[in-house]
């Protein structure tokens, strides 16, 4: 039997469930406090997160596959070592798959969220740091600049989905024993 309390306000929602057990006194049942704020992250919307995310990625690293020639005559000089144009190209559309597989299932995926914060954002401060040094024109920084948004949102999700991926733990471990 599940007994719960709800309590919200125009910009709180304060919630305790208490799960009481067959055989054991109200009392004794395993309770939870949540607090969620207004304007919190919720699974649906972590999901149009990822997936946009993904969208958005396969569409700026896809035509790159067929501009290498193009890149080079633009900003000299050529590409010198094709290598590591495709194989960084390759591994960036393989996030954006990763990004794609999240928006189905954010809260079991929750500990891609790490890697996927240290890529969007490494990638960004250190194309910041390029133009800092004088190595890189400003023009360049817009690409990396909404890399770095989405590292942020990456990081309120992983927060925000701590609660989603505790309630799957728990339903499982309910279902295994």
Request: glycine fraction near 12%; aromatic fraction near 10%.
């Given at each position: 039997m599940f007994r719960s309390l709800s309590v919200a306000s125009s910009s709180h929602r304060i919630c305790w469930s208490d799960q009481v057990e067959a055989g054991r006194g109200p009392d004794?049942?395993?309770?939870r406090l949540e607090i969620e704020a207004e304007g919190s992250m919720t699974i649906k919307s972590a999901r149009r997160l990822f997936l946009g995310a993904g969208i958005y990625g396969m569409a700026v690293i896809v035509p790159m596959f067929f501009l290498e020639?193009?890149?080079?005559?633009?900003?000299?000089?050529?590409?010198?070592?094709a290598?590591?144009?495709?194989?960084?190209?390759?591994t960036a559309l393989a996030w954006?798959?990763?990004y794609l597989m999240m928006s189905r299932d954010p809260a079991r995926l929750r500990p891609m969220l790490i890697?996927?914060?240290?890529?969007k954002a490494g990638f960004a401060m250190s194309v910041f740091v390029l133009l800092a040094c004088g190595r890189l024109a400003a023009r360049?920084?817009?690409?990396?600049?909404?890399d770095l948004v989405l590292a942020a949102l990456f990081v309120w999700a992983y927060f925000a989905l701590r609660?989603?991926?505790?309630t799957e733990n728990a339903r499982e471990k309910q279902f295994q024993g």
């Open positions: 004794q049942g395993q309770g020639r193009l890149i080079g005559e633009s900003e000299p000089p050529a590409i010198t070592h290598e590591f144009y495709y194989g960084f190209l390759c954006q798959v990763v890697p996927a914060v240290i890529g360049h920084v817009v690409l990396p600049s909404i609660s989603s991926a505790q």
